[in-house]
């Protein structure tokens, strides 16, 4: 099976599942990245001083870039800089990832800071049975998931058993 949405498609998936914050705006895809900008202090949890800071500073640049699959683990980089202060902001983001990834059953995915960028890796195999809750149809199949691809499109391909 391959499953196949136009970046625009999966933001509203994401959205709607709460996966994604209002914060983050200006999304665009190119073949393996997405560009975005994440307005810092309107995001949840963001402590008061990094709210203030952010706020004055404006948006920040974020750039998601696919790494491919190695194995069975599937690796995007995320990338957050800010036009006029240079800082590093790995930090901040592998938290912020963090905390969005506790909605997910444990081990689907972690998120590590590597050489200034926030580095997550998804398990193929625990996401199989996600995408098998997903469709009513595939409800109680084996689903393995072979790939996923982010960019301009998401395109996942999988088989069922």
Known sequence: MELTLGLDEALTLARAADAIPTAVTDVR???RLVRAQVKVHELPGVPGAVRMATKL???VDVRVEDRGTTGRAWRVAVVASHPVLR??????VTEAVRGQLTQLPPGVATASTQDGATIVEVDLDRLGPLVGETFPGARGLLVRVEDV???DRLRLTATIG
């Open 149 to 151: 691809e982010l960019g």
């Open 29 to 31: 895809g190119e073949p």
């Open 87 to 92: 800082m590093d902001l790995s930090g901040f």
């Open 57 to 59: 500073a404006g948006p």
